[in-house]
């Protein structure tokens, strides 16, 4: 049994960025597979520019291990052909769960520009997803015990499409519950699971799923988290997701000489806010791993969800 199974956690990874980073990579994929986590899911450049890595590493995943995966999937820059013949190869390569994002805009281009194509939403993308999944496999067959030539039909395999969303709002929200309303739309396109982005306080977390419960929101709201090891890490996740800069954090990072000791201080942040959660009632955790295993399992180790990770 696996020491994670009362707490499902799973991964975000993405592809190497060169070839020479592949095997690293795969040692990775092993190592996380080893916990049996629920799922690892892998990032997806924008425009597709990491199309070809991420389908690899997708495959690898399910060659290589008994691991579901989750396929990142981006409105940015895709048109309608482009984005059902994405879909179509990651559901002919067995993959049926998918991530579905607006996006941010491209390198050079600003918020107003037209950079989206013809996708609009996370909402529009995820009703893409199903779409093509239904005329791709419109019913299934299953045998009929002691007839070997009969079958008969049943529904086909759903594909389950995540979300993602904003504990504090979105940073470019045009009203304060535009993140809720936004999580209902898309909720009602047919989203099964929402993943938060970044935050640093557990009581943001609780208290968002609270009201969104209220709005309507009957979908599991997993929290997604992302180690805090370096005062550039920080500023580079609050980059990512708009979240004020956490003070305590903050000095905590700023003060410690040497990269073992600010390594330290994430590891106890993000075990704690995991902790804390869970605690809350969380379904369970997603942790961004920089493509570093040892980290994200230390953070479970010291959450108290792992045996200590050498």
Do not use: W
């Amino acid at each position: 049994m696996s020491s994670t199974d009362a707490v499902p956690v799973s991964f975000e990874l993405y592809p190497a960025r060169t070839d020479a980073g592949i095997p690293a990579l795969h040692e990775t994929v092993r190592q996380l597979a080893a916990i049996d986590p629920a799922f690892i899911s892998v990032t997806y450049g924008a425009g597709g520019s990491t199309r070809n890595g991420s389908l690899a590493l997708l495959r690898h995943i399910l060659d290589t291990t008994d691991v579901e995966t989750m396929a990142h999937l981006t409105c940015v820059g895709t048109a309608y052909p482009e984005a059902t013949t994405l879909i179509r190869e990651f559901l002919d390569a067995g993959i049926t769960r998918f991530l579905a994002l607006r996006g941010d805009p491209p390198e050079g281009m600003a918020e107003g520009d037209d950079f989206l194509g013809d996708i609009r939403s996370a909402a529009e993308l995820a009703q893409l997803i199903d779409r093509v999944q239904a005329e791709r496999m419109p019913y299934g067959e299953a045998p009929v015990p002691g007839l070997p030539q009969a079958a008969r039909v049943v529904a086909p395999h759903d594909v389950q499409i995540a979300v993602a969303a904003f504990v504090n709002g979105h940073p470019r929200a045009r009203y304060p519950r535009e993140h809720i309303d936004a999580l209902l739309a898309k909720q009602a396109a047919g989203a099964t699971l929402a993943i938060t982005q970044l935050f640093f306080y557990a009581d943001d977390y609780l208290s968002f799923v609270e009201r969104s419960r209220e709005a309507g929101v009957t979908i599991p709201i997993l929290p997604g988290l992302m180690p805090a090891t370096s005062p550039k890490r920080l500023q580079r996740m609050l980059q990512l997701s708009g979240e004020q800069l956490p003070g305590e954090l903050a000095v905590a990072l700023d003060v410690e000489p040497t990269p073992e000791g600010q390594r330290a201080v994430g590891v106890a942040h993000a075990a704690n806010l995991v902790r804390e959660v869970i605690a809350g009632g969380a379904p369970g955790v997603h942790l961004c791993a920089f493509n570093n295993h040892r980290l994200v399992l230390d953070v479970l180790a010291a959450a108290g969800l792992l045996p200590a990770h050498r």
